[in-house]
C-alpha cells in the first residue's frame, strides 16, 4: 500500500494534477492574491511569538 506522500507525488505527475499545478501557479502570479497571502502569513507569524 502506497503511503500519504507516494500517492501525493503520483497525483502531482498525473494530467489531473499538472493541471491544478498550473492553475495555482497562474493565480500565485496575479499581485491581489499575493498580497493576500502575505497578510495571512504576517497573521499567522504574529500568533507564534
Known sequence: MATLMQRLQMF?????????????Q??????ENQ??????ATRIQSRKR
Open 12 to 24: 502531482l505527475r498525473s494530467p489531473q494534477g499538472q493541471r491544478i499545478v498550473q492553475k495555482g
Open 26 to 31: 497562474q493565480q500565485l502570479a496575479k499581485p
Open 35 to 40: 498580497a493576500r497571502l502575505r497578510k495571512i
